[in-house]
């Protein structure tokens, strides 16, 4: 298994079926801050549903489509990103994240992203990433503007969540308008 240091106690794993347990613990502290923006939130309510959604990345990822990993804070799940689509043969994947209200604050989110954005390009040679989000979830078009990635427009009206329909909005970067990676010094 492999881990990413994000520094100050914070690290980026892959977070699999087995760790289910963990995960509903952690869901059930962020579900009321994640739910309105992540899908599947709601729908991990036990240990049966939150391993269906492990599984199912896990399944992705054996078919190269997804991954998801979580961001661990001092030995404490408190959030997660996702390749929540990932084609290689077109060379396009979408991004997403959440996280725990006890963990915002800290760079965390954009620190994890820019990590999995570098991997996607340099190393899996993919040409197009996307970040999707609702159109009043300002925290995670902050994140994507951080990034560097640019408003590609507005699905409007494309979100049904509890009886109301929200607007998406498609942010997007593209390689050759990534920084290329650190080279080593000689």
């Known amino acids: 298994m492999f881990a990413v240091d994000l520094g100050e106690g914070a690290e980026l794993r892959p977070l699999e ?9 952690h869901m059930d502290r962020a579900r009321a801050s994640v739910d309105p923006w992540i ?39 408190v959030g997660g990103t996702l390749f929540v689509s990932f084609d290689a043969e077109e060379g396009v994947a979408e991004v997403g994240c959440w996280l725990e209200p006890a963990a915002t604050g800290r760079g965390l989110i954009t620190k994890t992203i820019r990590h999995m954005i570098d ?33 590609d427009g507005t699905l409007r009206s494309s979100h049904p969540w509890q009886g109301t329909r929200h607007d998406i909005e498609i942010w997007s970067v593209l390689a050759p308008e990534w920084p290329p990676p650190p080279t080593s010094p000689v």
């Open 39 to 77: 899908r599947w939130a709601s729908r991990s309510t036990d240990l049966e549903s939150a391993t269906q959604t492990l599984q199912r990345y896990a399944d992705l990822q054996a078919r190269d489509d997804g991954r998801i990993y979580g961001i661990w804070l001092e030995s404490t799940l």
């Open 119 to 151: 991997w996607a390009f340099h190393t899996r040679g993919l040409h197009r990433i996307e970040w999707h989000c609702r159109a009043d979830n300002i925290a995670s078009s902050h994140v994507a503007r951080r990034l560097g990635l640019r408003l």
């Open 17 to 25: 079926p087995w760790q289910a347990a963990e995960f509903l613990a």
